[in-house]
């Protein structure tokens, strides 16, 4: 059983264990987090304007947060992400993952 409350995020569930997190007013300000890892693997090749080049990871904030750690390595992202999403999928990957995330001071930055 996660013991928490549901207020310190504006809303969001907060274990108790991150609850000092939170009081210290390290929080984190977005609805979701996209992680970007180049994959060329030589320079010849290498070409940062090439979206297929990339690798995308879209983590929710809630996910990050339980994670109660200041850095993540990419194996801990990849997991937390589900693997990686595509350029073209990323816009649908994003908006789908920011629901839920809302928090009483969050704008509608989606919406019509």
């Known amino acids: 059983m996660v013991v928490g409350t549901a207020d310190a995020l504006g809303g969001l569930f907060?274990?108790?264990?991150?609850?000092?997190w939170v009081i210290?007013?390290?929080?984190?300000?977005?609805?979701?987090?996209?992680?970007?890892?180049?994959?060329?693997?030589?320079?010849?090749?290498?070409?940062?304007?090439?979206?297929a080049q990339w690798d995308f990871y879209v983590v929710p904030r809630i996910d990050l947060a339980l994670t109660d750690q200041n850095s993540l390595g990419i194996a801990r992202v990849k997991s937390l992400s589900g693997g990686a999403t595509a350029w073209d999928d990323l816009k649908a990957a994003v908006t789908a993952a920011a629901v839920g995330q809302e928090r009483d001071d969050d704008r509608d930055w989606w919406g019509a």
């Open 14 to 20: 907060v274990p108790e264990r991150l609850q000092a």
């Open 24 to 51: 210290l007013d390290r929080r984190l300000n977005a609805m979701v987090y996209v992680f970007c890892v180049q994959t060329a693997t030589s320079h010849d090749v290498y070409d940062q304007l090439n979206v």
